[in-house]
């Protein structure tokens, strides 16, 4: 299959070479040019614009930062809709507000084209091993369509609704995990003058009715984090969780209710960043409150 990836960060890169991996013939764009060329060297075609890579595909995939990044890729001069999109299929898997991908599906299929969103759960290593989780928001007959693809850069996919159902599921499904970064921190807080083992600690709690499946498959990282160690290249960084968070509240907003645990998550993520964490793998996160909090007279 011919398939076009536009938007190259982490999450990006990894599907392309995934898709390269399992034989499709794929073609990148990127808005700085430097994260195309491993692509290249693995056997991508390089597109000079979005609209460039949407005429030689017949499917379109996009990973975006966030809605302006979107607008530009979709909607500028040489964006994916001035080209002939007649007939092809544009699955979207940005993480950004329902109403972006409403607005954005109206004028793709105005194109002619089937548009499926599908956010992901997962960092680069599902991504790479076609290992993600899929939450679809389209027209049954569009999903249809991108299903068979879509499986093979997911472990699972799930149809959830219309365009927009998706994109709000990736939202509820991101919330718990940032929230629980800052409870872990709390938790070593009030355990940490114990002096056990870090990674004793992240085994110990993961074995308990309060553990999620971060502690499993990212125990060891957050360990090393808590250790002061490596915790090697970044997968989702502070930053990334920070413009989710945000986009959690908009919404939020947009539907007339309040997250509150959110909206203090953020605020302490937004400090961590303030303070030069914004770059650091997320993992990091639940050692930033017990940092912040040695100075504050808590006995040791």
């Not at 930062?65 to 007939?87: H, K, M, Q």
């Not at 027209?139 to 959830?160: G, I, S, T, Y």
């Not at 302490?268 to 940092?291: C, H, K, Q, V």
Request: proline share 6%.
């Amino acid at each position: 299959m011919r398939v076009g990836v536009a938007g190259l960060g982490r999450m990006g890169s990894a599907i392309a070479a995934r898709l390269i991996d399992i034989g499709h013939q794929v073609t990148v764009w990127n808005r700085t040019a430097e994260k195309v060329k491993p692509l290249v060297a693995a056997g991508a075609k390089a597109a000079a614009s979005p609209a460039q890579l949407a005429g030689q595909v017949d499917t379109i995939v996009t990973i975006l930062t966030n809605r302006e990044a979107i607008a530009a890729v979709y909607e500028g001069p040489s964006g994916i809709l001035s080209a002939d999109i007649n007939g092809k299929l544009v699955i979207e898997m940005s993480t950004v507000q329902p109403e972006t991908e409403v607005a954005l599906a109206e004028k793709v299929r105005n194109k002619g084209a089937a548009f499926v969103e599908c956010p992901v759960g997962g960092t680069v290593g599902p991504a790479r091993e076609g290992k993600l989780l899929g939450v679809a928001g389209a027209l049954p007959a569009d999903f249809a369509v991108a299903r068979p693809l879509l499986a093979q850069m997911c472990r699972r996919v799930e149809h959830v609704g219309p365009v927009g159902a998706g994109s709000s599921m990736k939202l509820a499904l991101n919330l718990p995990l940032m929230v629980y970064y800052q409870a872990l921190g709390e938790s070593y807080v009030l355990c940490r003058h114990l002096g056990l083992d870090p990674k004793w600690l992240m085994e110990f709690l993961s074995d308990t009715s309060g553990a999620p499946n971060i502690l499993k498959v990212r125990g060891a990282r957050i360990a090393a984090a808590l250790s002061g160690g490596d915790v090697g290249p970044p997968a989702f960084d502070v930053n990334s969780i920070r413009k989710d968070l945000a986009t959690m509240l908009a919404e939020a907003q947009a539907l007339g209710a309040t997250l509150p645990l959110a909206e203090r998550t953020l605020a302490i993520y937004d400090e961590a960043a303030r303070e030069g964490w914004g770059a650091r793998d997320g993992s990091w996160l639940p050692a930033y409150w017990p940092m912040r909090t040695a100075g504050s007279g808590e006995r040791h």
